[in-house]
């Protein structure tokens, strides 16, 4: 199931610079997770801020959360070549087994 | 062990064929899942198990048979399958809403072709 909308679609910037993604989702949600895909490969877990949290940080990755907007944004600073990969929001609703996903932003770092 | 590990990691396969995809996790995680991934999309629920039992099965053709004979264990088994169901097959496991909300943990996948 797909809950909502991620922008940009595809990013593509200078190694060194910060990355900002978005996700908007539209139920009301439990927590909100952020995932790593490298092409082809299995999703990593990167980040997972609950509902009455604001704002979390973890090394170069920054979420904030606003539940009035129903939208989250994901930064990482001093982007890196390893980087390189396709981010996914994913929402979990109240007593639920499912995750919800966002549709992805593909993230291109140059070197 | 924070692994989850499935088996093969590449599969080819007629559209006569019967195979099984494998997954195995030790985290004692009792919620299990089957995604199917397109490229360039978001990956797609098949199937959620519980505490060893289906939970949730999202109208997915019987061509894709469910297992989980064990609480470390899922299979997947495919049986005259179409071309359309090319795809990277994913497994995840986390721990049940009762035994308190975590990420999910995903395997590397196997990357099923159909001929």
């Known amino acids: 199931s797909q809950q909502g909308e991620e922008d940009p679609q595809a990013l593509s910037i200078q190694e060194g610079e910060n990355a900002t993604m978005n996700c908007s989702y539209k139920?009301?949600?439990?927590?909100l997770q952020w995932y790593r895909q490298n092409s082809g490969r299995g999703l990593v877990h990167l980040i997972l801020i609950r509902s009455n949290e604001r704002e979390k940080h973890s090394g170069r990755l920054r979420v904030t959360l606003d539940t009035s907007k129903k939208s989250s944004s994901l930064l990482i600073t001093a982007s890196r070549a390893a980087d390189t990969a396709s981010y996914f929001c994913a929402t979990l609703m109240d007593s639920n087994y499912q995750l919800i996903w966002g549709a992805g932003t593909k993230l291109i770092i140059k070197p | 062990d924070t692994e989850v590990t499935q088996t093969p990691k590449h599969l080819v396969m007629g559209m006569t064929n019967k195979k099984s995809l494998k997954c195995e996790q030790h985290m004692g995680h009792r919620a299990m899942y089957w995604y199917k991934q397109k490229a360039k999309k978001p990956p797609e629920l098949m199937f959620v198990?519980?505490?060893?039992?289906?939970?949730i099965n999202e109208s997915v053709p019987s061509r894709f048979s469910p297992e989980c004979p064990n609480s470390s264990l899922l299979n997947l088994h495919l049986h005259a399958l179409q071309p359309e169901d090319s795809a990277l097959y994913l497994c995840a496991s986390r721990r049940t809403p009762g035994q308190g909300v975590t990420e999910a943990f995903f395997g590397q996948g196997t990357r099923l072709t159909v001929v």
């Open positions: 198990y519980s505490y060893e039992k289906l939970s």
């Open positions: 139920t009301s949600i439990n927590n």
